[in-house]
Protein backbone atom coordinates (compact mmCIF):
# COMPACT_ATOMS: atom_id res chain seq x y z
CA UNK A 1 0.00 0.00 0.00
CA UNK A 2 1.32 3.57 -0.98
CA UNK A 3 0.76 6.55 1.19
CA UNK A 4 0.61 9.88 0.31
CA UNK A 5 4.50 11.11 -1.46
CA UNK A 6 4.61 7.51 -2.60
CA UNK A 7 6.11 6.22 0.60
CA UNK A 8 5.40 2.25 1.50
CA UNK A 9 2.65 2.33 3.63
CA UNK A 10 3.11 -1.30 5.34
CA UNK A 11 5.16 -4.28 4.82
CA UNK A 12 3.52 -8.05 4.67
CA UNK A 13 6.79 -10.68 5.26
CA UNK A 14 6.10 -14.37 3.82
CA UNK A 15 8.01 -17.38 4.45
CA UNK A 16 7.67 -20.97 3.47
CA UNK A 17 9.72 -23.94 3.80
CA UNK A 18 10.97 -25.83 0.48
CA UNK A 19 12.05 -29.83 0.85
CA UNK A 20 13.50 -31.94 -2.46
CA UNK A 21 11.65 -34.97 -1.93
CA UNK A 22 13.57 -36.23 -5.68
CA UNK A 23 16.99 -38.01 -4.23
CA UNK A 24 16.42 -41.54 -5.44
CA UNK A 25 19.34 -42.44 -4.03
CA UNK A 26 21.95 -40.97 -6.04
CA UNK A 27 21.18 -37.37 -6.04
CA UNK A 28 22.06 -35.46 -8.86
CA UNK A 29 24.67 -37.84 -10.66
CA UNK A 30 22.76 -37.74 -14.05
CA UNK A 31 20.01 -36.00 -15.35
CA UNK A 32 17.63 -38.51 -15.41
CA UNK A 33 18.44 -39.80 -11.83
CA UNK A 34 16.48 -37.95 -9.98
CA UNK A 35 12.69 -37.01 -9.79
CA UNK A 36 11.90 -32.94 -9.49
CA UNK A 37 9.54 -34.12 -6.46
CA UNK A 38 9.61 -31.34 -3.55
CA UNK A 39 7.37 -30.14 -0.91
CA UNK A 40 5.90 -26.49 0.25
CA UNK A 41 5.04 -25.67 3.65
CA UNK A 42 4.03 -23.05 5.84
CA UNK A 43 3.04 -24.01 9.50
CA UNK A 44 -0.80 -23.93 9.97
CA UNK A 45 -0.92 -25.16 6.26
CA UNK A 46 -1.77 -28.69 4.24
CA UNK A 47 1.62 -29.28 2.42
CA UNK A 48 1.55 -28.87 -1.21
CA UNK A 49 3.04 -31.73 -3.43
CA UNK A 50 5.06 -30.17 -6.24
CA UNK A 51 7.34 -31.11 -9.06
CA UNK A 52 8.48 -29.94 -12.54
CA UNK A 53 6.06 -29.43 -15.59
CA UNK A 54 5.68 -33.53 -16.97
CA UNK A 55 7.63 -32.01 -19.97
CA UNK A 56 10.77 -31.29 -17.52
CA UNK A 57 10.56 -34.68 -16.47
CA UNK A 58 8.41 -33.65 -13.72
CA UNK A 59 4.94 -35.74 -12.00
CA UNK A 60 2.27 -34.59 -13.74
CA UNK A 61 0.18 -35.54 -10.81
CA UNK A 62 2.00 -32.79 -8.96
CA UNK A 63 1.26 -28.73 -8.82
CA UNK A 64 4.34 -27.06 -11.21
CA UNK A 65 5.72 -23.75 -10.36
CA UNK A 66 3.80 -22.52 -13.62
CA UNK A 67 0.86 -23.68 -12.19
CA UNK A 68 1.03 -21.98 -9.67
CA UNK A 69 2.20 -18.94 -10.82
CA UNK A 70 -1.04 -18.85 -13.55
CA UNK A 71 -2.96 -19.69 -10.13
CA UNK A 72 -1.68 -17.31 -8.09
CA UNK A 73 -2.27 -14.34 -10.46
CA UNK A 74 -5.89 -16.09 -10.85
CA UNK A 75 -6.42 -15.92 -7.34
CA UNK A 76 -5.39 -13.02 -6.48
CA UNK A 77 -7.31 -10.75 -9.33
CA UNK A 78 -10.65 -12.65 -7.69
CA UNK A 79 -9.65 -11.52 -4.50
CA UNK A 80 -9.11 -7.58 -5.81
CA UNK A 81 -12.04 -8.14 -8.06
CA UNK A 82 -14.97 -8.90 -4.92
CA UNK A 83 -13.16 -6.62 -2.91
CA UNK A 84 -13.55 -3.31 -5.94
CA UNK A 85 -16.99 -5.00 -6.11
CA UNK A 86 -18.10 -5.05 -2.77
CA UNK A 87 -17.04 -1.46 -2.59
CA UNK A 88 -18.79 -0.11 -5.70
CA UNK A 89 -22.08 -2.38 -4.61
CA UNK A 90 -21.97 -5.06 -7.44
CA UNK A 91 -22.84 -8.27 -5.35
CA UNK A 92 -20.81 -11.47 -7.01
CA UNK A 93 -23.01 -14.65 -6.67
CA UNK A 94 -20.26 -16.52 -8.17
CA UNK A 95 -16.78 -16.70 -9.66
CA UNK A 96 -14.72 -18.92 -12.19
CA UNK A 97 -12.25 -18.66 -13.97
CA UNK A 98 -9.93 -20.46 -16.60
CA UNK A 99 -6.26 -19.16 -17.16
CA UNK A 100 -3.94 -19.88 -19.40
CA UNK A 101 -0.63 -18.76 -19.63
CA UNK A 102 2.43 -19.38 -22.25
CA UNK A 103 5.47 -19.67 -21.62
CA UNK A 104 8.92 -19.92 -23.77
CA UNK A 105 11.89 -21.70 -23.74
CA UNK A 106 14.96 -20.34 -25.10
CA UNK A 107 17.78 -23.12 -27.01
CA UNK A 108 20.44 -22.12 -23.49
CA UNK A 109 17.16 -23.91 -21.28
CA UNK A 110 15.95 -20.34 -20.08
CA UNK A 111 12.65 -19.48 -20.51
CA UNK A 112 9.75 -16.81 -19.83
CA UNK A 113 5.78 -16.31 -19.57
CA UNK A 114 4.74 -14.31 -22.50
CA UNK A 115 1.20 -13.93 -21.23
CA UNK A 116 -1.33 -14.90 -18.70
CA UNK A 117 -4.87 -14.91 -19.81
CA UNK A 118 -7.54 -14.67 -17.17
CA UNK A 119 -11.05 -15.83 -18.35
CA UNK A 120 -13.76 -15.24 -15.38
CA UNK A 121 -17.14 -15.67 -15.49
CA UNK A 122 -18.80 -13.65 -12.81
CA UNK A 123 -22.66 -14.08 -11.98
CA UNK A 124 -23.82 -10.74 -10.22
CA UNK A 125 -27.16 -10.32 -8.55
CA UNK A 126 -30.36 -9.63 -10.76
CA UNK A 127 -30.04 -5.82 -11.08
CA UNK A 128 -26.42 -5.41 -10.71
CA UNK A 129 -25.02 -2.99 -13.05
CA UNK A 130 -23.29 -4.99 -15.84
CA UNK A 131 -21.43 -2.89 -17.44
CA UNK A 132 -19.85 -1.21 -14.54
CA UNK A 133 -19.41 -5.18 -13.22
CA UNK A 134 -17.27 -5.72 -16.19
CA UNK A 135 -14.92 -2.43 -15.87
CA UNK A 136 -13.90 -3.19 -12.53
CA UNK A 137 -12.21 -5.53 -13.71
CA UNK A 138 -9.68 -3.22 -14.87
CA UNK A 139 -9.59 -1.58 -11.30
CA UNK A 140 -9.13 -5.47 -9.69
CA UNK A 141 -6.24 -5.73 -12.30
CA UNK A 142 -4.63 -2.20 -11.41
CA UNK A 143 -4.72 -3.28 -7.11
CA UNK A 144 -3.61 -7.53 -7.60
CA UNK A 145 -0.54 -7.55 -6.05
CA UNK A 146 0.74 -10.72 -7.92
CA UNK A 147 0.07 -8.60 -11.38
CA UNK A 148 2.05 -6.15 -10.23
CA UNK A 149 5.13 -7.94 -9.69
CA UNK A 150 5.27 -10.17 -12.98
CA UNK A 151 7.19 -8.68 -15.78
CA UNK A 152 4.25 -10.24 -18.68
CA UNK A 153 1.03 -8.99 -19.34
CA UNK A 154 -1.65 -10.11 -17.84
CA UNK A 155 -4.74 -10.11 -20.02
CA UNK A 156 -8.80 -10.20 -19.22
CA UNK A 157 -11.52 -11.65 -20.76
CA UNK A 158 -14.55 -11.52 -18.61
CA UNK A 159 -17.75 -12.72 -19.21
CA UNK A 160 -20.41 -11.28 -16.76
CA UNK A 161 -23.89 -13.00 -16.50
CA UNK A 162 -26.85 -11.95 -14.25
CA UNK A 163 -28.21 -14.28 -11.62
Given at each position: ?22 N ?25 A ?12 R ?13 C ?87
Amino acid sequence: MLSKGGAVGHRHHYAIDMQWTGNKGTGTSGYRDYARDHEIAAPGKPTLAGSADRTFHGDAARWNPEDLLIGALSACHLLSYLHVCADAGVVVLAYTDHAEGVMETAPNGSGRFQNVTLRPRVTVAAGSDVALARDLHHSAHSKCFIANSVNFPVENEPEIVVA
